[in-house]
Protein backbone atom coordinates (compact mmCIF):
# COMPACT_ATOMS: atom_id res chain seq x y z
CA UNK A 1 0.00 0.00 0.00
CA UNK A 2 2.68 2.22 0.72
CA UNK A 3 4.43 1.92 -2.37
CA UNK A 4 1.34 2.23 -4.18
CA UNK A 5 0.79 6.02 -2.71
CA UNK A 6 4.59 6.17 -3.35
CA UNK A 7 4.02 5.85 -6.63
CA UNK A 8 1.10 8.01 -7.03
CA UNK A 9 2.53 10.97 -5.46
CA UNK A 10 6.22 10.32 -7.96
CA UNK A 11 3.69 10.38 -10.87
CA UNK A 12 1.90 13.90 -9.27
CA UNK A 13 5.76 15.61 -8.62
CA UNK A 14 7.03 14.81 -12.18
CA UNK A 15 4.03 15.69 -14.06
CA UNK A 16 3.62 19.02 -11.93
CA UNK A 17 7.09 19.41 -12.49
CA UNK A 18 6.41 19.25 -16.15
CA UNK A 19 3.37 21.50 -16.00
CA UNK A 20 5.46 23.94 -13.96
CA UNK A 21 8.14 24.00 -16.49
CA UNK A 22 5.64 24.79 -19.28
CA UNK A 23 4.39 27.42 -17.19
CA UNK A 24 7.22 29.39 -16.69
CA UNK A 25 8.55 28.58 -20.75
CA UNK A 26 4.88 29.79 -21.59
CA UNK A 27 1.86 32.00 -21.11
CA UNK A 28 -1.16 29.61 -21.58
CA UNK A 29 -3.10 30.54 -24.12
CA UNK A 30 -7.10 29.30 -25.03
CA UNK A 31 -6.17 28.21 -28.04
CA UNK A 32 -9.27 29.62 -30.08
CA UNK A 33 -12.14 32.43 -29.27
CA UNK A 34 -14.80 29.72 -28.69
CA UNK A 35 -13.00 28.98 -25.11
CA UNK A 36 -12.74 32.90 -24.28
CA UNK A 37 -16.73 33.34 -24.78
CA UNK A 38 -17.26 29.94 -22.41
CA UNK A 39 -14.86 31.58 -20.34
CA UNK A 40 -16.74 35.03 -20.25
CA UNK A 41 -19.79 33.85 -19.66
CA UNK A 42 -19.08 31.80 -16.62
CA UNK A 43 -16.56 34.29 -15.25
CA UNK A 44 -19.45 36.96 -15.79
CA UNK A 45 -17.39 39.02 -17.85
CA UNK A 46 -20.48 38.74 -20.72
CA UNK A 47 -22.96 39.57 -18.47
CA UNK A 48 -23.48 41.26 -15.14
CA UNK A 49 -23.10 38.12 -13.42
CA UNK A 50 -21.87 34.73 -13.85
CA UNK A 51 -23.52 32.10 -15.77
CA UNK A 52 -23.97 28.65 -16.55
CA UNK A 53 -25.44 28.73 -19.99
CA UNK A 54 -22.14 27.70 -22.00
CA UNK A 55 -24.38 25.94 -23.93
CA UNK A 56 -21.52 23.41 -25.35
CA UNK A 57 -20.52 22.35 -22.40
CA UNK A 58 -23.00 20.38 -19.81
CA UNK A 59 -25.37 22.90 -17.45
CA UNK A 60 -23.94 20.75 -14.40
CA UNK A 61 -20.19 21.69 -14.94
CA UNK A 62 -21.19 24.95 -16.10
CA UNK A 63 -23.30 25.76 -12.88
CA UNK A 64 -20.14 24.32 -10.79
CA UNK A 65 -17.73 26.62 -12.42
CA UNK A 66 -19.91 29.60 -12.40
CA UNK A 67 -20.37 28.90 -8.84
CA UNK A 68 -16.40 29.05 -8.13
CA UNK A 69 -16.63 32.40 -10.33
CA UNK A 70 -19.55 33.93 -7.92
CA UNK A 71 -17.70 33.34 -4.50
CA UNK A 72 -14.16 34.18 -5.94
CA UNK A 73 -14.49 36.19 -8.88
CA UNK A 74 -10.72 37.06 -8.69
CA UNK A 75 -9.25 33.05 -10.00
CA UNK A 76 -9.23 31.99 -13.58
CA UNK A 77 -11.01 29.12 -12.56
CA UNK A 78 -11.38 27.41 -16.31
CA UNK A 79 -8.29 27.64 -17.00
CA UNK A 80 -7.50 25.90 -13.07
CA UNK A 81 -9.77 23.39 -14.62
CA UNK A 82 -8.21 22.75 -17.91
CA UNK A 83 -4.46 22.21 -16.31
CA UNK A 84 -6.26 20.11 -13.23
CA UNK A 85 -7.81 17.69 -15.76
CA UNK A 86 -4.37 17.41 -17.67
CA UNK A 87 -2.95 17.57 -14.77
CA UNK A 88 -5.18 14.24 -13.18
CA UNK A 89 -5.06 12.18 -16.74
CA UNK A 90 -1.10 12.48 -17.47
CA UNK A 91 -0.76 11.71 -13.44
CA UNK A 92 -3.36 8.62 -14.06
CA UNK A 93 -1.73 7.44 -17.15
CA UNK A 94 2.03 7.94 -15.63
CA UNK A 95 1.18 6.18 -12.02
CA UNK A 96 -0.28 2.78 -14.17
CA UNK A 97 2.74 2.67 -15.77
CA UNK A 98 4.89 2.49 -13.31
CA UNK A 99 2.64 0.41 -10.70
CA UNK A 100 2.95 -2.34 -13.18
CA UNK A 101 6.17 -2.15 -14.27
CA UNK A 102 8.19 -4.19 -12.26
CA UNK A 103 11.92 -3.32 -12.80
CA UNK A 104 14.06 0.05 -13.20
CA UNK A 105 14.83 -0.69 -16.62
CA UNK A 106 10.77 -1.05 -18.03
CA UNK A 107 10.22 2.16 -16.22
CA UNK A 108 12.72 4.07 -17.66
CA UNK A 109 11.66 2.91 -21.41
CA UNK A 110 7.96 3.00 -20.25
CA UNK A 111 8.94 6.58 -18.63
CA UNK A 112 10.81 7.32 -21.66
CA UNK A 113 8.27 6.41 -24.13
CA UNK A 114 5.74 8.38 -21.99
CA UNK A 115 7.52 11.82 -22.28
CA UNK A 116 7.33 11.10 -25.83
CA UNK A 117 3.61 10.78 -26.39
CA UNK A 118 3.71 13.96 -24.21
CA UNK A 119 5.72 15.57 -26.12
CA UNK A 120 3.85 14.66 -29.63
CA UNK A 121 0.49 14.23 -28.80
CA UNK A 122 -0.13 16.82 -26.11
CA UNK A 123 1.99 19.67 -25.60
CA UNK A 124 0.64 21.75 -27.90
CA UNK A 125 -2.57 21.48 -26.89
CA UNK A 126 -1.46 21.89 -23.04
CA UNK A 127 -0.25 25.43 -24.02
CA UNK A 128 -2.62 26.47 -26.52
CA UNK A 129 -5.97 25.06 -24.60
CA UNK A 130 -8.91 23.81 -26.08
CA UNK A 131 -11.78 22.21 -24.38
CA UNK A 132 -12.96 20.15 -27.29
CA UNK A 133 -9.45 18.48 -27.32
CA UNK A 134 -9.42 18.28 -23.26
CA UNK A 135 -12.70 16.20 -23.69
CA UNK A 136 -10.41 14.02 -25.89
CA UNK A 137 -7.68 13.40 -23.17
CA UNK A 138 -10.19 12.74 -20.93
CA UNK A 139 -12.23 9.81 -22.86
CA UNK A 140 -8.46 8.76 -23.95
CA UNK A 141 -7.66 8.26 -20.55
CA UNK A 142 -10.38 6.29 -19.56
CA UNK A 143 -9.73 3.92 -22.35
CA UNK A 144 -6.33 4.13 -21.31
CA UNK A 145 -7.32 2.79 -17.75
CA UNK A 146 -10.16 0.65 -18.56
CA UNK A 147 -7.94 -2.02 -21.31
CA UNK A 148 -5.12 -1.98 -17.79
CA UNK A 149 -7.81 -2.55 -15.37
CA UNK A 150 -7.16 -6.10 -14.05
CA UNK A 151 -9.42 -9.01 -15.50
CA UNK A 152 -11.54 -9.96 -12.83
CA UNK A 153 -14.62 -12.03 -12.60
CA UNK A 154 -18.00 -10.87 -11.39
CA UNK A 155 -19.56 -7.89 -12.10
CA UNK A 156 -19.34 -6.37 -8.47
CA UNK A 157 -14.72 -6.43 -8.91
CA UNK A 158 -15.32 -4.77 -12.54
CA UNK A 159 -17.38 -2.19 -11.17
CA UNK A 160 -14.69 -1.78 -8.40
CA UNK A 161 -12.11 -1.95 -11.22
CA UNK A 162 -13.37 0.71 -13.52
CA UNK A 163 -14.74 3.23 -11.40
CA UNK A 164 -12.30 5.97 -11.56
CA UNK A 165 -13.12 5.18 -16.09
CA UNK A 166 -17.23 5.52 -15.23
CA UNK A 167 -16.32 8.88 -14.10
CA UNK A 168 -13.68 10.09 -16.79
CA UNK A 169 -16.16 8.90 -19.38
CA UNK A 170 -19.00 10.96 -17.85
CA UNK A 171 -16.56 13.98 -17.72
CA UNK A 172 -15.75 13.57 -21.38
CA UNK A 173 -19.24 13.79 -21.82
CA UNK A 174 -19.61 17.21 -19.76
CA UNK A 175 -17.06 18.46 -21.30
CA UNK A 176 -18.09 18.35 -24.91
CA UNK A 177 -20.84 16.05 -25.66
CA UNK A 178 -19.77 15.65 -29.47
CA UNK A 179 -16.46 14.00 -28.51
CA UNK A 180 -17.54 11.37 -26.25
CA UNK A 181 -19.90 10.44 -29.38
CA UNK A 182 -16.73 10.29 -31.25
CA UNK A 183 -15.64 8.11 -28.46
CA UNK A 184 -18.11 5.32 -28.64
CA UNK A 185 -16.68 3.54 -31.63
CA UNK A 186 -13.13 3.12 -29.58
CA UNK A 187 -14.96 2.78 -26.56
CA UNK A 188 -16.75 -0.27 -28.16
CA UNK A 189 -13.25 -1.59 -29.79
CA UNK A 190 -11.67 -1.55 -26.22
CA UNK A 191 -14.94 -3.55 -24.91
CA UNK A 192 -13.99 -5.98 -27.37
CA UNK A 193 -10.53 -6.51 -26.59
CA UNK A 194 -11.22 -6.89 -22.91
CA UNK A 195 -13.83 -9.44 -24.06
CA UNK A 196 -11.74 -11.17 -26.06
CA UNK A 197 -8.76 -12.04 -23.35
CA UNK A 198 -11.50 -14.62 -21.91
CA UNK A 199 -12.52 -17.68 -23.03
CA UNK A 200 -16.18 -17.46 -22.60
CA UNK A 201 -17.13 -14.23 -24.15
CA UNK A 202 -20.97 -14.38 -23.13
CA UNK A 203 -20.30 -15.52 -19.92
CA UNK A 204 -17.62 -12.46 -19.75
CA UNK A 205 -19.83 -9.90 -21.19
CA UNK A 206 -22.45 -10.89 -18.88
CA UNK A 207 -20.09 -9.63 -16.10
CA UNK A 208 -19.85 -5.79 -18.34
CA UNK A 209 -23.15 -5.20 -18.64
CA UNK A 210 -23.66 -3.69 -14.94
CA UNK A 211 -20.70 -1.62 -16.10
CA UNK A 212 -21.74 -0.57 -19.38
CA UNK A 213 -25.09 -0.13 -17.98
CA UNK A 214 -24.28 2.51 -14.90
CA UNK A 215 -22.44 4.37 -16.85
CA UNK A 216 -24.25 5.09 -19.58
CA UNK A 217 -27.43 5.53 -16.86
CA UNK A 218 -25.30 8.20 -15.26
CA UNK A 219 -24.43 9.52 -18.87
CA UNK A 220 -28.09 9.83 -19.66
CA UNK A 221 -28.79 11.48 -15.79
CA UNK A 222 -26.03 14.01 -16.58
CA UNK A 223 -27.93 14.50 -20.03
CA UNK A 224 -31.14 15.02 -18.58
CA UNK A 225 -30.21 17.17 -15.85
CA UNK A 226 -27.94 19.66 -18.44
CA UNK A 227 -31.09 19.80 -20.53
CA UNK A 228 -33.57 21.05 -18.19
CA UNK A 229 -32.51 24.67 -18.27
CA UNK A 230 -32.13 25.24 -21.68
CA UNK A 231 -36.70 23.58 -22.01
CA UNK A 232 -37.75 26.86 -21.99
CA UNK A 233 -38.96 28.31 -25.55
CA UNK A 234 -36.22 31.17 -25.97
CA UNK A 235 -33.56 28.66 -25.66
CA UNK A 236 -35.43 26.13 -27.75
CA UNK A 237 -35.73 28.98 -30.61
CA UNK A 238 -32.36 29.81 -30.21
CA UNK A 239 -30.82 26.38 -30.36
CA UNK A 240 -33.32 25.49 -33.58
CA UNK A 241 -31.15 28.93 -34.59
CA UNK A 242 -27.51 27.72 -33.57
CA UNK A 243 -28.41 24.56 -35.31
CA UNK A 244 -29.07 26.02 -38.52
CA UNK A 245 -26.52 28.77 -38.40
CA UNK A 246 -23.75 25.56 -37.38
CA UNK A 247 -24.85 23.71 -41.17
CA UNK A 248 -23.88 26.59 -42.80
CA UNK A 249 -21.16 28.36 -41.26
CA UNK A 250 -19.80 24.79 -40.55
CA UNK A 251 -20.26 22.64 -43.08
CA UNK A 252 -21.72 23.96 -46.18
CA UNK A 253 -21.16 27.54 -47.03
CA UNK A 254 -23.19 30.09 -48.59
CA UNK A 255 -23.82 30.03 -52.40
CA UNK A 256 -22.64 33.00 -54.48
CA UNK A 257 -25.71 35.26 -54.90
CA UNK A 258 -24.65 36.37 -58.75
CA UNK A 259 -25.16 32.39 -59.55
CA UNK A 260 -28.36 31.55 -57.40
CA UNK A 261 -30.15 35.05 -57.54
CA UNK A 262 -33.45 33.31 -58.25
CA UNK A 263 -33.15 30.72 -55.36
CA UNK A 264 -32.03 33.57 -52.66
CA UNK A 265 -35.17 36.08 -54.18
CA UNK A 266 -37.37 32.91 -53.55
CA UNK A 267 -36.22 32.86 -50.02
CA UNK A 268 -36.99 36.83 -49.84
CA UNK A 269 -33.05 37.45 -49.40
CA UNK A 270 -31.57 40.31 -51.35
CA UNK A 271 -27.56 40.54 -52.11
CA UNK A 272 -27.00 42.85 -49.07
CA UNK A 273 -28.19 40.84 -46.94
CA UNK A 274 -26.64 37.64 -48.99
CA UNK A 275 -22.85 39.47 -48.36
CA UNK A 276 -23.96 40.88 -44.28
CA UNK A 277 -24.35 36.57 -43.89
CA UNK A 278 -21.10 35.81 -45.65
CA UNK A 279 -19.05 38.54 -43.44
CA UNK A 280 -20.92 36.52 -40.74
CA UNK A 281 -22.09 39.73 -38.60
CA UNK A 282 -26.00 37.86 -38.46
CA UNK A 283 -26.89 40.36 -34.99
CA UNK A 284 -26.95 43.26 -37.44
CA UNK A 285 -29.47 41.69 -39.23
CA UNK A 286 -32.52 40.00 -37.16
CA UNK A 287 -34.80 39.30 -40.07
CA UNK A 288 -32.69 36.12 -41.11
CA UNK A 289 -34.81 33.31 -40.10
CA UNK A 290 -34.12 29.80 -39.14
CA UNK A 291 -36.22 28.20 -41.77
CA UNK A 292 -34.16 30.63 -44.52
CA UNK A 293 -30.38 29.21 -42.80
CA UNK A 294 -31.36 25.51 -43.53
CA UNK A 295 -32.87 26.48 -46.57
CA UNK A 296 -29.50 27.66 -47.66
CA UNK A 297 -27.73 24.95 -46.07
CA UNK A 298 -30.12 22.58 -47.43
CA UNK A 299 -29.42 23.99 -50.83
CA UNK A 300 -25.84 24.97 -51.03
CA UNK A 301 -25.29 20.88 -50.08
CA UNK A 302 -27.67 20.15 -52.83
CA UNK A 303 -25.44 22.33 -55.17
CA UNK A 304 -22.01 21.07 -54.18
CA UNK A 305 -23.23 17.57 -54.81
CA UNK A 306 -25.10 18.01 -58.13
CA UNK A 307 -25.24 14.25 -59.58
CA UNK A 308 -23.20 12.62 -56.68
CA UNK A 309 -25.07 9.94 -55.47
CA UNK A 310 -24.63 8.66 -51.55
CA UNK A 311 -22.37 6.07 -53.07
CA UNK A 312 -20.12 8.18 -54.91
CA UNK A 313 -19.79 10.11 -51.95
CA UNK A 314 -18.75 7.59 -49.33
CA UNK A 315 -16.20 6.50 -52.24
CA UNK A 316 -14.56 9.61 -52.34
CA UNK A 317 -14.95 10.46 -48.58
CA UNK A 318 -12.66 6.50 -48.38
CA UNK A 319 -10.07 7.91 -50.99
CA UNK A 320 -9.24 11.10 -48.82
CA UNK A 321 -9.26 9.06 -45.71
CA UNK A 322 -6.76 6.74 -47.35
CA UNK A 323 -5.09 10.04 -48.91
CA UNK A 324 -4.64 11.38 -45.61
CA UNK A 325 -3.37 8.20 -43.70
CA UNK A 326 -0.51 8.11 -46.09
CA UNK A 327 -0.19 11.48 -48.13
CA UNK A 328 -1.61 14.31 -46.40
CA UNK A 329 1.56 16.29 -44.24
CA UNK A 330 -1.32 17.86 -41.88
CA UNK A 331 -1.46 14.45 -40.16
CA UNK A 332 1.74 13.84 -40.29
CA UNK A 333 4.05 12.12 -38.90
CA UNK A 334 1.14 11.27 -36.69
CA UNK A 335 -0.27 9.25 -39.27
CA UNK A 336 2.75 7.09 -39.79
CA UNK A 337 3.58 6.79 -36.19
CA UNK A 338 -0.05 5.02 -35.58
CA UNK A 339 0.22 2.65 -38.78
CA UNK A 340 3.27 1.34 -37.08
CA UNK A 341 1.75 0.79 -33.50
CA UNK A 342 -0.83 -1.51 -35.61
CA UNK A 343 1.95 -3.05 -37.92
CA UNK A 344 3.96 -3.91 -34.56
CA UNK A 345 0.87 -5.32 -32.64
CA UNK A 346 -0.21 -7.31 -35.73
CA UNK A 347 3.61 -9.02 -35.50
CA UNK A 348 3.28 -10.02 -32.32
CA UNK A 349 -0.20 -11.51 -32.37
CA UNK A 350 1.05 -13.95 -35.28
CA UNK A 351 4.88 -14.60 -33.15
CA UNK A 352 2.77 -15.38 -30.42
CA UNK A 353 -0.21 -17.46 -32.45
CA UNK A 354 -2.66 -15.26 -30.80
CA UNK A 355 -4.95 -15.28 -33.67
CA UNK A 356 -8.11 -14.97 -32.13
CA UNK A 357 -6.99 -11.42 -30.42
CA UNK A 358 -6.10 -10.13 -34.08
CA UNK A 359 -9.99 -9.61 -34.48
CA UNK A 360 -10.18 -6.64 -31.56
CA UNK A 361 -7.46 -4.86 -33.76
CA UNK A 362 -9.16 -5.46 -36.50
CA UNK A 363 -12.17 -3.93 -34.78
CA UNK A 364 -10.62 -0.90 -33.58
CA UNK A 365 -9.18 -0.29 -37.21
CA UNK A 366 -13.01 -0.44 -38.29
CA UNK A 367 -14.02 1.76 -35.78
CA UNK A 368 -11.35 3.85 -36.52
CA UNK A 369 -11.71 3.92 -40.31
CA UNK A 370 -15.62 4.85 -39.57
CA UNK A 371 -15.36 7.59 -37.48
CA UNK A 372 -12.96 9.29 -40.25
CA UNK A 373 -14.84 8.66 -43.28
CA UNK A 374 -18.20 9.84 -41.74
CA UNK A 375 -16.47 13.29 -40.90
CA UNK A 376 -14.85 13.49 -44.41
CA UNK A 377 -17.98 12.52 -45.69
CA UNK A 378 -20.06 15.33 -43.62
CA UNK A 379 -17.15 17.95 -45.18
CA UNK A 380 -16.21 18.42 -41.20
CA UNK A 381 -12.93 17.78 -40.03
CA UNK A 382 -10.65 21.07 -38.66
CA UNK A 383 -7.49 20.52 -37.08
CA UNK A 384 -9.19 20.07 -33.30
CA UNK A 385 -11.28 17.07 -34.56
CA UNK A 386 -8.44 15.11 -36.13
CA UNK A 387 -6.15 16.05 -33.17
CA UNK A 388 -9.22 14.88 -30.71
CA UNK A 389 -8.62 11.42 -33.17
CA UNK A 390 -5.61 10.67 -32.80
CA UNK A 391 -5.50 11.70 -28.82
CA UNK A 392 -8.48 8.79 -28.44
CA UNK A 393 -6.67 6.42 -30.75
CA UNK A 394 -3.08 7.01 -29.22
CA UNK A 395 -4.03 6.43 -25.81
CA UNK A 396 -6.18 3.11 -26.23
CA UNK A 397 -3.49 1.63 -28.81
CA UNK A 398 -0.69 3.03 -26.06
CA UNK A 399 -3.02 0.91 -23.61
CA UNK A 400 -2.95 -2.33 -25.67
CA UNK A 401 -0.13 -2.70 -26.17
CA UNK A 402 1.44 -1.80 -22.08
CA UNK A 403 -1.69 -4.83 -21.51
CA UNK A 404 0.29 -7.38 -24.27
CA UNK A 405 3.70 -6.21 -22.66
CA UNK A 406 2.27 -7.34 -18.80
CA UNK A 407 0.22 -10.64 -19.88
CA UNK A 408 3.75 -11.79 -21.79
CA UNK A 409 6.39 -10.64 -19.60
CA UNK A 410 6.85 -13.99 -17.41
CA UNK A 411 6.85 -16.00 -20.06
CA UNK A 412 9.87 -17.92 -21.11
CA UNK A 413 9.75 -17.17 -24.82
CA UNK A 414 13.02 -15.65 -26.38
CA UNK A 415 11.00 -14.16 -29.53
CA UNK A 416 8.74 -12.20 -27.26
CA UNK A 417 11.32 -10.58 -24.64
CA UNK A 418 13.06 -9.79 -27.96
CA UNK A 419 10.08 -7.79 -29.51
CA UNK A 420 9.13 -6.07 -26.51
CA UNK A 421 12.55 -4.95 -25.77
CA UNK A 422 13.24 -3.73 -29.14
CA UNK A 423 9.60 -2.26 -29.96
CA UNK A 424 9.94 -0.30 -26.76
CA UNK A 425 13.13 1.10 -28.20
CA UNK A 426 12.17 1.56 -31.16
CA UNK A 427 9.02 3.76 -30.11
CA UNK A 428 10.98 5.53 -27.35
CA UNK A 429 13.70 6.93 -30.08
CA UNK A 430 10.72 7.69 -32.76
CA UNK A 431 8.76 9.42 -29.88
CA UNK A 432 11.50 11.03 -28.64
CA UNK A 433 12.14 12.35 -32.26
CA UNK A 434 8.66 13.45 -33.31
CA UNK A 435 8.41 15.59 -29.53
CA UNK A 436 11.64 17.09 -30.90
CA UNK A 437 9.56 18.63 -33.78
CA UNK A 438 6.19 19.15 -32.00
CA UNK A 439 8.24 21.43 -29.63
CA UNK A 440 9.26 23.48 -32.46
CA UNK A 441 5.59 23.61 -33.94
CA UNK A 442 4.62 24.23 -30.41
CA UNK A 443 6.96 27.31 -30.08
CA UNK A 444 5.78 28.80 -33.23
CA UNK A 445 2.03 28.30 -32.94
CA UNK A 446 1.91 29.63 -29.30
CA UNK A 447 3.98 32.64 -30.90
CA UNK A 448 1.61 33.44 -33.62
CA UNK A 449 -1.08 33.15 -30.84
CA UNK A 450 0.72 35.55 -28.25
CA UNK A 451 0.97 38.12 -30.48
CA UNK A 452 -2.26 38.02 -31.98
CA UNK A 453 -3.65 37.96 -28.52
CA UNK A 454 -0.92 40.91 -27.65
CA UNK A 455 -3.72 42.99 -30.53
CA UNK A 456 -6.71 41.51 -28.63
CA UNK A 457 -5.18 42.96 -25.52
CA UNK A 458 -4.97 46.58 -26.08
CA UNK A 459 -8.15 46.72 -27.88
CA UNK A 460 -10.20 45.56 -24.38
CA UNK A 461 -7.61 47.45 -22.45
CA UNK A 462 -9.30 50.68 -25.17
CA UNK A 463 -12.48 49.70 -24.48
CA UNK A 464 -12.13 49.69 -20.28
CA UNK A 465 -10.57 52.79 -20.61
CA UNK A 466 -14.01 53.91 -22.23
CA UNK A 467 -16.44 52.69 -19.94
CA UNK A 468 -19.18 55.18 -20.72
CA UNK A 469 -19.31 53.35 -24.48
CA UNK A 470 -20.27 50.24 -25.88
CA UNK A 471 -18.85 48.20 -28.54
CA UNK A 472 -20.04 46.56 -31.23
CA UNK A 473 -17.18 43.82 -32.81
CA UNK A 474 -17.31 42.74 -36.59
CA UNK A 475 -16.76 39.04 -36.60
CA UNK A 476 -13.52 38.01 -38.95
CA UNK A 477 -11.41 41.51 -37.45
CA UNK A 478 -11.05 39.72 -33.81
CA UNK A 479 -12.53 36.30 -34.50
CA UNK A 480 -8.54 35.12 -34.32
CA UNK A 481 -7.86 36.08 -31.54
CA UNK A 482 -7.93 34.55 -28.11
CA UNK A 483 -6.46 35.37 -24.62
CA UNK A 484 -4.38 34.07 -21.54
CA UNK A 485 -5.27 31.18 -19.63
CA UNK A 486 -4.67 32.92 -16.53
CA UNK A 487 -4.84 36.30 -15.01
CA UNK A 488 -5.93 36.95 -11.85
CA UNK A 489 -7.95 39.57 -11.95
CA UNK A 490 -11.23 40.83 -10.89
CA UNK A 491 -14.00 39.91 -13.66
CA UNK A 492 -15.12 42.77 -15.46
CA UNK A 493 -17.92 42.96 -17.89
CA UNK A 494 -17.39 43.77 -21.46
CA UNK A 495 -18.68 46.50 -22.28
CA UNK A 496 -18.20 45.12 -26.41
CA UNK A 497 -20.36 42.45 -28.31
CA UNK A 498 -19.40 40.05 -31.04
CA UNK A 499 -22.00 40.39 -33.84
CA UNK A 500 -21.75 36.73 -34.81
CA UNK A 501 -20.84 33.29 -33.61
CA UNK A 502 -22.32 30.92 -31.87
CA UNK A 503 -24.24 32.88 -28.71
CA UNK A 504 -25.81 34.75 -31.82
CA UNK A 505 -29.19 35.22 -31.15
CA UNK A 506 -29.07 33.30 -27.59
CA UNK A 507 -31.29 34.35 -24.56
CA UNK A 508 -27.50 35.83 -23.52
CA UNK A 509 -27.48 38.24 -26.14
CA UNK A 510 -30.94 39.72 -25.59
CA UNK A 511 -30.15 40.24 -22.51
CA UNK A 512 -26.95 41.71 -22.93
CA UNK A 513 -28.34 44.16 -25.70
CA UNK A 514 -31.31 45.02 -23.43
CA UNK A 515 -28.73 46.33 -20.89
CA UNK A 516 -28.66 48.90 -24.00
CA UNK A 517 -32.32 49.72 -23.88
CA UNK A 518 -33.29 48.05 -27.33
CA UNK A 519 -33.54 44.47 -28.36
CA UNK A 520 -31.59 45.30 -31.94
CA UNK A 521 -27.67 45.75 -32.11
CA UNK A 522 -28.40 47.84 -35.09
CA UNK A 523 -31.22 50.40 -33.26
CA UNK A 524 -28.29 50.58 -31.11
CA UNK A 525 -26.18 51.63 -32.98
CA UNK A 526 -28.81 53.94 -35.26
CA UNK A 527 -30.47 54.87 -31.86
CA UNK A 528 -27.84 54.90 -28.56
CA UNK A 529 -25.31 57.47 -27.77
CA UNK A 530 -21.98 55.99 -27.06
CA UNK A 531 -22.63 52.82 -28.91
CA UNK A 532 -19.86 52.28 -32.06
CA UNK A 533 -18.97 49.58 -34.20
CA UNK A 534 -15.58 48.24 -34.46
CA UNK A 535 -13.63 46.71 -37.72
CA UNK A 536 -10.26 45.60 -38.83
CA UNK A 537 -8.55 49.55 -40.58
CA UNK A 538 -7.81 46.99 -43.15
CA UNK A 539 -10.90 45.60 -43.72
CA UNK A 540 -13.95 47.67 -46.04
CA UNK A 541 -16.98 48.99 -44.87
CA UNK A 542 -19.07 49.09 -47.87
CA UNK A 543 -21.18 45.65 -47.34
CA UNK A 544 -22.28 47.14 -44.50
CA UNK A 545 -22.94 50.90 -46.27
CA UNK A 546 -24.72 48.55 -48.82
CA UNK A 547 -26.42 46.70 -46.24
CA UNK A 548 -27.87 49.98 -44.37
CA UNK A 549 -28.98 51.65 -47.95
CA UNK A 550 -31.77 48.73 -47.54
CA UNK A 551 -32.92 50.34 -44.55
CA UNK A 552 -32.38 53.60 -45.05
CA UNK A 553 -30.67 55.58 -47.67
CA UNK A 554 -30.15 58.57 -45.08
CA UNK A 555 -27.74 55.82 -42.77
CA UNK A 556 -24.01 56.64 -43.07
CA UNK A 557 -20.82 55.59 -41.53
CA UNK A 558 -18.56 57.76 -39.62
CA UNK A 559 -15.18 57.80 -38.85
CA UNK A 560 -14.89 57.88 -34.85
CA UNK A 561 -11.18 56.38 -33.59
CA UNK A 562 -8.67 54.56 -34.68
CA UNK A 563 -7.01 52.08 -31.67
CA UNK A 564 -3.71 50.87 -33.37
CA UNK A 565 -1.32 47.93 -31.45
CA UNK A 566 2.00 46.70 -32.77
CA UNK A 567 1.33 46.30 -36.77
CA UNK A 568 -3.06 46.35 -36.25
CA UNK A 569 -4.73 48.68 -36.36
CA UNK A 570 -8.99 48.86 -35.75
CA UNK A 571 -11.61 51.58 -36.97
CA UNK A 572 -14.35 52.93 -34.69
CA UNK A 573 -17.08 53.59 -36.72
CA UNK A 574 -20.36 55.73 -35.90
CA UNK A 575 -23.79 55.20 -37.50
CA UNK A 576 -25.96 58.20 -37.69
CA UNK A 577 -28.62 59.85 -40.08
CA UNK A 578 -27.78 62.50 -42.21
Known sequence: MKNKKALIWISLILNGLFYLLLAVKFDIQYDIN???????????????????????????????LATCYKVFPIVPWLGLFFVGVYLFCMTAILNSILHNSDNIWTRVLLGLNFIGLIGTLFLKNMVLMHYTILAAVVGGTALFLFILSKDTKGSLS???????????????YMIRSQVFLMLLPFLGAAGFYKLLLGEKFWLKLKDYIPLIGLTFTMILLVFGIGKLPYQNQEWITYQEFNDARTEVYDYTKIAIYEKHQSFFETLGINEQQVDLMNSYDLLLDDSITTKQLHEIANYTDAQTNLNKSVKSRIRFAFYDYVKSMLLESENMPLNYIVLSIYVFLMIFYVITK???????LMFLGFARSFVWIYLLYEKRFPERISMSLYIIEFLLLFGMFFHQYLRCKNIDFKPTKIFWKWTGIFFALVLGATSLYFVGRTQAAYEEQYNKNIVMKGLYEYFEANPENFYFLDVYSVAKYSEPVFEWKETRYQNSLLLGGWVTESPLVDEKI??????????????????????????????????LK?????????????????????????????
Do not use: H, W
Not at 523 to 541: H, I, P
Open 34 to 64: DDVMIQDILSGAFLLEPSAYTVYMNYILSII
Open 158 to 172: ILKQNTITMILLVLC
Open 354 to 360: RYKELLS
Open 514 to 547: GYLGTDSSLKALLEKEEVYFVMNTEYSTKYIEEY
Open 550 to 578: TKDSDIMIQYKDEVNIKDTGFTIYELQLK
